[in-house]
């Protein structure tokens, strides 16, 4: 079946539904609070975290937004701004499903050759959290040039949602897929965090001659085992963890302890919740709030950014229940493409990995070995889950680093080279200048290791200084290259054997005296979002 070809879309909701709005925010009725106590937060991994956050949002926090939700915020301001995007409705029909109205957002760029991008968003966010990046990837100042496609989620923002059940990931991977080839880009590479990341990943898994590279900037992985990843567990049992790592860890505890009450609810009982937020957009706001702040690094959310993105899910076009429904979905099917599906090994698919120390999982390096052919790797020391809206800067430099002329996927799409030099014979050969042998130092010292990238033909970097691989061996490491290497060539094929790996335990020896307790956190959280 044909389909007409996108056109624009212009965002207007009507004025009863603006009434309907401020009529609850009047009506509203908000609960007591009790007065926290002197002692530390829960949370000490976040440093805008106070006592008065350990049990919920604050309720002073929750009536002033409501307030100005209300009174003050301007939501047509808010709509003639995402009016300027270049906004596109299309009409994509997934199998077995009825065919959905799919919002996107679309930057062609003015370069010959640029690189077609799919970028995709998670939840609590939507497409607002591309706008920042948009200015950054057009190729300006000799950096990379992308076509940005930046979805509306189906059950998110103006997209429709599905009115049968089953639809998860792979329907939402089919839905971004389809969309891509609808508009011409037969080959891509992606960016994503949160569900994006899942969305993206099974992408890679399910149209791996189409989607030829990934970066992620969330994940969840299993530990490396002996069975399947030897060297990568050899390593990970051997290796003391770098500063970095460790707050990984505590920041992991942190939200396994403390932080994902909402993900169970989303993923067994998505109904029932959905009837508290349909109906009060106090409690949606709640409910959201809380989590752009724990999630974010100490980014100063404005109260009309936050109504703006509350807004986004209160008039949504599948309505403000909807969004949640893929926590279900994607947990209740086969597991090949479940969400714990995607920590599996996906081969062919080059991957791309950035590090932010307010993620909410953040599993250690070795763990990203499992996942794929890791060609780059950064740490920052500033950013959260909503990484491309808060520090978006860093988001575009990774991608100019992996994509750029001398990044290890320069020119991985064919014929979209005319903005680059020739690409290299293999892109595989720069690999090891970009994945870095261990995170930054400040605010993170590093604990110098010894690394040895994933790629197909077994580039090492040996040797560290602060955490920036030298190329050249220390003295006593050259002897370990060539066993190094082998182990590394005989884990490759089992990787690819095997396609990754799923649960396995290490007892942490040698790991500085982390006790187990951590690495069993830490692969207990891998299960979560």
Same mark, same amino acid.
């Given at each position: 079946?044909?389909?007409?070809?996108?056109?624009?879309?212009?965002?207007?909701?009507?004025?009863?539904?603006?009434?309907?709005?401020?009529?609850?925010?009047?009506?509203?009725?908000?609960?007591?609070?009790?007065?926290?106590?002197?002692?530390?937060?829960?949370?000490?991994?976040?440093?805008?975290?106070?006592?008065?956050?350990?049990?919920?949002?604050?309720?002073?926090?929750?009536?002033?937004?409501?307030?100005?939700?209300?009174?003050?915020?301007?939501?047509?301001?808010?709509?003639?701004?995402?009016?300027?995007?270049?906004?596109?409705?299309?009409?994509?029909?997934?199998?077995?499903?009825?065919?959905?109205?799919?919002?996107?957002?679309?930057?062609?760029?003015?370069?010959?050759?640029?690189?077609?991008?799919?970028?995709?968003?998670?939840?609590?966010?939507?497409?607002?959290?591309?706008?920042?990046?948009?200015?950054?990837?057009?190729?300006?100042?000799?950096?990379?040039?992308?076509?940005?496609?930046?979805?509306?989620?189906?059950?998110?923002?103006?997209?429709?949602?599905?009115?049968?059940?089953?639809?998860?990931?792979?329907?939402?991977?089919?839905?971004?897929?389809?969309?891509?080839?609808?508009?011409?880009?037969?080959?891509?590479?992606?960016?994503?965090?949160?569900?994006?990341?899942?969305?993206?990943?099974?992408?890679?898994?399910?149209?791996?001659?189409?989607?030829?590279?990934?970066?992620?900037?969330?994940?969840?992985?299993?530990?490396?085992?002996?069975?399947?990843?030897?060297?990568?567990?050899?390593?990970?049992?051997?290796?003391?963890?770098?500063?970095?790592?460790?707050?990984?860890?505590?920041?992991?505890?942190?939200?396994?302890?403390?932080?994902?009450?909402?993900?169970?609810?989303?993923?067994?009982?998505?109904?029932?919740?959905?009837?508290?937020?349909?109906?009060?957009?106090?409690?949606?706001?709640?409910?959201?709030?809380?989590?752009?702040?724990?999630?974010?690094?100490?980014?100063?959310?404005?109260?009309?950014?936050?109504?703006?993105?509350?807004?986004?899910?209160? =008039?949504?076009?599948? @309505? *403000?229940? #909807?969004?949640?429904?893929?926590?279900?979905?994607?947990?209740?099917?086969?597991? /090949? +493409? %479940?969400?714990?599906?995607?920590?599996?090994?996906?081969?062919?698919?080059?991957?791309?990995?950035?590090?932010?120390?307010?993620?909410?999982?953040?599993?250690?390096?070795?763990?990203?070995?499992?996942?794929?052919?890791?060609?780059?790797?950064?740490?920052?020391?500033?950013?959260?889950?909503?990484?491309?809206?808060?520090?978006?800067?860093?988001?575009?430099?990774?991608?100019?680093?992996? =994509?750029?002329?001398? @990044? *290890?996927? #320069?020119?991985?799409?064919?014929?979209?080279?005319?903005?680059?030099?020739?690409? /290299? +014979? %293999?892109?595989?050969?720069?690999?090891?200048?970009?994945?870095?042998?261990?995170?930054?130092?400040?605010?993170?010292?590093?604990?110098?290791?010894?690394?040895?990238?994933?790629?197909?033909?077994?580039?090492?970097?040996?040797?560290?200084?602060?955490?920036?691989?030298?190329?050249?061996?220390?003295?006593?490491?050259?002897?370990?290259?060539?066993?190094?290497?082998?182990?590394?060539?005989?884990?490759?094929?089992?990787?690819?054997?095997?396609?990754?790996?799923?649960?396995?335990?290490?007892?942490?020896?040698?790991?500085?005296?982390?006790?187990?307790?951590?690495?069993?956190?830490?692969?207990?959280?891998?299960?979560?979002?």
């Amino acid at each position: 079946m044909t389909h007409p070809p996108p056109t624009p879309y212009t965002i207007t909701i009507p004025t009863t539904a603006l009434d309907t709005l401020h009529g609850k925010l009047l009506n509203a009725i908000f609960p007591d609070e009790l007065i926290p106590n002197q002692a530390p937060s829960t949370n000490p991994t976040n440093p805008t975290s106070t006592p008065a956050w350990d049990r919920g949002a604050p309720l002073a926090d929750i009536k002033r937004i409501a307030t100005y939700w209300r009174e003050e915020f301007d939501w047509r301001k808010a709509e003639a701004s995402m009016n300027e995007l270049p906004n596109y409705r299309t009409e994509i029909e997934v199998d077995g499903f009825e065919p959905l109205g799919v919002h996107f957002v679309w930057q062609r760029s003015e370069v010959e050759g640029a690189v077609p991008l799919l970028f995709v968003h998670g939840w609590p966010g939507s497409f607002l959290e591309v706008t920042k990046l948009l200015p950054l990837l057009k190729g300006d100042k000799g950096s990379p040039a992308f076509h940005v496609v930046a979805p509306s989620l189906p059950n998110f923002g103006f997209s429709d949602g599905p009115k049968k059940a089953g639809f998860g990931l792979p329907q939402y991977a089919e839905t971004c897929h389809k969309l891509m080839l609808q508009l011409g880009y037969d080959k891509y590479v992606t960016q994503g965090g949160d569900w994006g990341m899942y969305t993206t990943r099974c992408i890679g898994l399910l149209y791996p001659s189409h989607c030829l590279a990934s970066h992620i900037n969330s994940f969840r992985a299993n530990p490396p085992t002996f069975s399947n990843n030897p060297w990568q567990a050899l390593k990970h049992a051997l290796t003391p963890y770098s500063s970095f790592e460790h707050h990984g860890l505590a920041r992991s505890d942190w939200f396994l302890t403390h932080g994902q009450a909402y993900r169970q609810l989303h993923g067994t009982k998505p109904q029932t919740v959905g009837y508290i937020f349909a109906d009060s957009p106090v409690a949606l706001l709640a409910w959201i709030y809380e989590k752009l702040h724990d999630w974010s690094d100490a980014y100063p959310w404005t109260d009309e950014e936050i109504c703006t993105w509350i807004s986004l899910y209160w =008039f949504s076009t599948a @309505g *403000p229940a #909807a969004s949640v429904r893929i926590y279900y979905e994607a947990t209740h099917q086969e597991f /090949r +493409t %479940s969400k714990d599906g995607m920590a599996a090994y996906i081969p062919g698919v080059k991957l791309g990995i950035s590090y932010f120390p307010q993620e909410i999982i953040i599993p250690p390096s070795t763990h990203a070995r499992t996942m794929g052919p890791v060609v780059y790797e950064k740490w920052w020391d500033k950013g959260g889950h909503f990484a491309a809206y808060e520090q978006p800067q860093s988001i575009a430099k990774d991608l100019e680093n992996m =994509f750029g002329k001398e @990044g *290890p996927c #320069a020119g991985i799409v064919p014929g979209k080279n005319h903005y680059y030099p020739p690409p /290299r +014979t %293999s892109h595989q050969q720069y690999v090891s200048k970009f994945v870095l042998a261990s995170p930054p130092s400040p605010p993170f010292p590093a604990t110098p290791r010894l690394t040895y990238s994933n790629s197909d033909d077994d580039q090492m970097n040996i040797g560290a200084v602060g955490g920036i691989p030298t190329g050249k061996a220390t003295p006593g490491e050259a002897e370990q290259k060539e066993g190094a290497l082998n182990n590394q060539k005989r884990d490759q094929k089992e990787d690819l054997a095997n396609q990754g790996t799923h649960g396995g335990d290490l007892s942490g020896k040698g790991k500085d005296g982390q006790a187990k307790a951590e690495v069993d956190a830490t692969s207990a959280a891998n299960n979560l979002l």
